[in-house]
């Protein structure tokens, strides 16, 4: 697929010279917020935005940008052919594309590809990708990600980088600098709650600090979702255009967000009886009048448009289309992004290439990144089992089925299980009309199945019937909250798509028509999200035969999945996870108390009046003056005579030329009108950059013009300051956060293994210490082999106990969880030879493994030497040494890294504050050498390191 190729050819310019944006991608990924899926999608996102320089994919494709470089000579097709895919980038790339997407790597060539082989000659390839990617002339990229793999907020840290890049090269045209958010016409309740979250995104997540912040505080959110005329409006009569337009001037607007049913920039509301009086109206007029809001959007520069829930060939979609083409037109799109559940289309869509040849497409032809459903379940989303009825079970019968199996699986004791945030598990049953939730369903569950009337909820807008239950607004906004108490609601005709609640934990569909059949896989997938990050979750999903068989269906035409093989994960998950155990009673292990340094940011903004006029009167040009300096020595004598030069002539010098180039330099952001009404500010900085020669005028070339210009330009915009307040406080840190403390995937990095966590969990159990208990095991021993060689059966007694394994013998000095799980070997290996190390024994040393930032407490802020936040420091190990109370007196902060890891930017400026600003601040305070630091990496000899460790142990601890 098309995609794939992207995906592969974005990882390669990541890993090239080329990539400036490396950091980025490294430092969200060490932040640890995001999901893998999210984080590739970036990813291929800025390689098309920064390596393809945001073009259109068919000039991509045309300009051979995604080639593989196929030996097409090997191909079994005429000289002809491949004279033109020889001598044509776009026929070959082309070319390449078609047999890529039906993944044909054979000599041979399908019937298609060799018609166009044939006509190869005779078509025109720029017109060919054109049309794969329908004819739009901007950036155009699809993203497919399943329900709950986080689409929201990949759209929040796409904003976000944009808006970074185009603050950090605010001349740049390849950033976007608004967003409009389009969200699908049939979706206006349930859809825009969710996008909300777009304002809960935290931009640290993407962006260090303090960029994060003070681009948050830029950030400027408008959800347009009124629907009324607003009163005594002689501006706009459209609510939701005043609510833009109170933004204006757009010349200089950035940071602007709006979300935005599709419906209302589709629509025309012209009243047709008036058309007489269009004659004399501008096309802008006119586009005014048919829809306000439509001709406001299209008026806002450098403009994103997000548009969620893409199906491509529906009405809604095409006519979306054509309202994104008007406002390129007047050359206000920077690109468009799609979001989809699926990338694949209901049926092929046939391709014209010429008069004979054509080309079928499965797929959205636009998608660049795909992650399939199948696999966000392999990796975090909930793993459901999937159950229907096989023996004509009706409605009432699935229902009972699906509750009992709810109540088996989730609740224990008689209590609900509870997630680690507080919410409850619950299950959705879908109703289809109101009358049948109040008639059937609500007095089935609580007169039959005798289900306590106060833990469902009945949810829907009311008829004239069955009035909106009371409160049930509030109840169903709070059911993601530990509040909520609600294990079983009640539904019709919401919660089918745009639902974000994460502790639903079942569905049941009993029949049709409990939601629309086009639904049922969005329905069914609403409990899927994940709510615990690296826990094991299921769900169940109970369907009646005709929903289970629609659901087949969907799954392989939108996933190429199908319910056997996501029934099939289930097993999988639960065999390879590993239980942890806290020992933080036995150990007696205190918190960590020490000094953190916190920094403040807070923007002023320092002229937040305009004042061109002043700013450019202000600019010093010779500020910007590099002067030449010229030494003349005598050949007999020492003595040498400096000539100081300031002119040197550069190009012709025109000043309505120069204002074009200011304007031009800066992608017209400021307008050539804009700077002629400060002509004569402006043509005094001329004449000083200028000079004349034979009645010519030349610019003067010792100025730095380009900087020169900026400034202008800058005169145009508000300037802020970014001030810093800090403070130093006190902290007490758990090495261990018990509630986060979850069962782990098995694998070779745990340490101990599980038949050594057990020993030491029993041995806790006895209350003696390790050679009491040996002693006791040796004693026990000799009377049971006495007791045999008086009876002469001593030969079938066993031999003497063993003594325990490495790990259980240094129990009492490490191990505050169990097990432990090591990032790399070198941690492993340094942790054991760490153990054995005299020192540890002989002056009362721990040591314990703090490397995993989730179930910490004890991490770091740090800062560079300019208060500039770095991110957090987490320590991979804390030897320490106990006072008389049983308090920490000294502490060894250790960490190991790998080589490739040590030269991040990121972790070195972290190392360096904790080398220096951490240890002196901590030091001070507590009056003596509280803290000390050690570094190890594998770029040295290991026995070196041993070492190392040995004489920092001594040094600090024993001396």
């Known amino acids: 697929m098309f995609n794939d190729i992207i995906q592969r050819k974005s990882k390669f310019w990541l890993n090239s010279p080329d990539c400036k944006i490396k950091s980025v991608i490294e430092y969200i990924r060490k932040i640890g917020q995001l999901r893998e899926p999210q984080i590739e999608a970036i990813e291929v996102y800025l390689f098309l935005k920064i390596a393809g320089e945001n073009k259109p994919l068919w000039q991509l494709l045309s300009e051979g940008f995604f080639t593989q470089k196929e030996d097409l000579s090997k191909l079994f097709i005429t000289d002809e052919a491949k004279n033109v895919f020889r001598n044509s980038v776009s026929a070959c790339s082309i070319f390449e594309f078609v047999r890529q997407q039906a993944e044909n790597t054979l000599t041979t060539l399908s019937p298609n590809e060799k018609l166009i082989a044939e006509n190869a000659s005779t078509m025109d390839f720029e017109v060919v990708a054109k049309k794969i ?57 349930s859809i825009i709650p969710s996008l909300k979250s777009i304002e809960q995104f935290e931009p640290s997540w993407v962006i260090p600090e303090p960029a994060a912040s003070n681009l948050k505080r830029l950030i400027k959110f408008e959800v347009l979702d009124e629907s009324k005329s607003a009163k005594k409006s002689n501006k706009a009569k459209n609510p939701n255009v005043q609510k833009i337009a109170r933004h204006q001037p757009f010349d200089t607007l950035t940071g602007l967000i709006m979300v935005v049913n599709a419906e209302k920039v589709i629509l025309d509301r ?15 007029e006119k586009d005014a009048q048919a829809n306000e809001l439509r001709n406001f959007i299209g008026k806002i520069p450098n403009l994103q448009i997000l548009i969620d829930e893409v199906h491509h060939a529906t009405d809604s979609d095409i006519k979306l289309r054509q309202v994104v083409n008007k406002w390129n037109e007047n050359g206000k799109v920077n690109s468009v992004l799609g979001f989809s559940g699926t990338p694949y289309l209901e049926k092929k869509e046939k391709i014209p290439f010429g008069e004979r040849v054509s080309f079928e497409s499965e797929q959205i032809t636009n998608t660049v990144y ?59 049953i879908y109703c289809g009309t109101i009358a049948r939730l109040e008639n059937e369903v609500y007095p089935f569950l609580t007169d039959i199945l005798a289900i306590d009337s106060n833990k469902i909820l009945k949810f829907h807008k009311g008829n004239k019937d069955f009035p909106q239950p009371q409160d049930s607004e509030l109840d169903f906004k709070l059911l993601d909250e530990p509040v909520s108490r609600k294990e079983i609601i009640l539904l019709v005709q919401i919660g089918k798509e745009g639902w974000d609640c994460r502790s639903l934990t079942g569905v049941i569909l009993s029949q049709s028509g409990d939601c629309p059949k086009n639904m049922v896989l969005q329905t069914s997938c609403r409990c899927l999200r994940q709510v615990e990050k690296e826990a094991t979750e299921t769900a169940l999903i109970w369907l009646s035969k005709d929903n289970a068989d629609t659901l087949n269906i969907q799954l392989a035409e939108k996933q190429k999945t199908s319910i056997n093989e996501i029934n099939s994960l289930g097993a999988t998950k639960e065999t390879e996870k590993v239980e942890r155990f806290s020992r933080l009673a036995y150990l007696k292990l205190p918190e960590v108390d020490f000094f953190q340094l916190k920094v403040e940011y807070d923007t002023l903004t320092t002229n937040s009046e305009l004042n061109p006029q002043k700013e450019i009167a202000s600019i010093k040009t010779n500020d910007f003056l590099n002067q030449g300096i010229i030494t003349q020595r005598n050949l007999t004598s020492d003595d040498a005579t400096r000539i100081v030069l300031d002119t040197e002539k550069g190009d012709y010098a025109d000043f309505n030329r120069w204002l074009l180039n200011i304007s031009k330099e800066g992608f017209g952001e400021i307008s050539l009108q804009q700077l002629k009404r400060f002509a004569v500010e402006l043509k005094a900085l001329f004449e000083q950059v200028t000079f004349t020669e034979d009645g010519e005028r030349f610019f003067n070339d010792f100025y730095d013009l380009p900087e020169i210009n900026k400034q202008i330009r800058l005169a145009f915009h508000t300037r802020r300051e970014l001030n810093t307040k800090s403070e130093v406080f006190e902290q007490s840190a758990k090495m261990l956060i018990v509630e986060s403390l979850q069962a782990i995937t098995k694998s070779t990095k745990l340490y101990p293994n599980e038949d050594e966590t057990k020993e030491i969990l029993k041995i806790d159990g006895e209350g003696l210490d390790l050679e009491a208990r040996q002693a006791k095991l040796n004693e026990d021993f000799e009377k049971l082999l006495e007791m045999a060689k008086a009876q002469g059966l001593e030969n079938l007694i066993q031999r003497k106990p063993n003594e325990v394994s490495f790990p259980v013998a240094h129990k009492d000095r490490t191990f505050h969880f169990l097990p432990y799980k090591f990032d790399s070997n070198l941690e492993k290996d340094i942790f054991i030879e760490a153990l054995r190390d005299d020192y540890l024994k002989n002056c009362n040393l721990e040591i314990y493994f703090n490397g995993e930032k989730d179930i910490t407490d004890f991490r770091i802020l740090c800062y560079t030497e300019n208060n500039k936040y770095v991110g957090r420091y987490t320590p991979d190990f804390m030897v320490i040494q106990r006072s008389k109370d049983g308090k920490i007196h000294r502490a060894l902060i250790v960490e190991t890294k790998g080589s490739g890891y040590a030269e991040q930017t990121t972790f070195k400026l972290r190392r360096t504050f904790v080398e220096n600003e951490f240890l002196k601040m901590n030091n001070d305070r507590f009056g003596y050498r509280k803290f000390d630091y050690l570094y190890l990496t594998d770029a040295d000899d290991f026995n070196d390191n041993l070492v190392k460790l040995n004489t920092k142990l001594k040094t600090f601890f024993c001396d």
């Not at 990229?141 to 808006?163: C, E, H, I, N, V």
């Not at 966000?376 to 699935?398: A, C, H, W, Y």
């Open 270 to 284: 012209l009243e047709l009886t008036r058309q007489h009086e269009l004659i004399e109206k501008t096309e802008d």
């Open 133 to 189: 990617f329908y004819g739009v002339n901007y950036a155009d990229y699809l993203f497919s990600l399943p329900m709950g793999a986080g689409k929201t907020f990949l759209m929040a840290a796409l904003m976000y980088l944009d808006l970074y890049f185009a603050q950090t090269e605010p001349e740049n045209k390849l950033f976007a600098h608004n967003f409009l958010v389009l969200i699908p016409s049939g979706l206006k309740s």
């Open 370 to 428: 795909y992650f399939p459903l199948i696999e966000g379940i392999k990796t975090f989303l909930k793993n459901p089992q999937i159950k229907s009825e096989e023996r004509g079970l009706d409605s009432r019968q699935i229902i009972t089925k699906g509750v009992v199996d709810f109540y088996e699986k989730y609740k224990k004791d008689g209590e609900i299980k509870i997630y680690r945030d507080g919410t409850c598990a619950k299950l959705a």
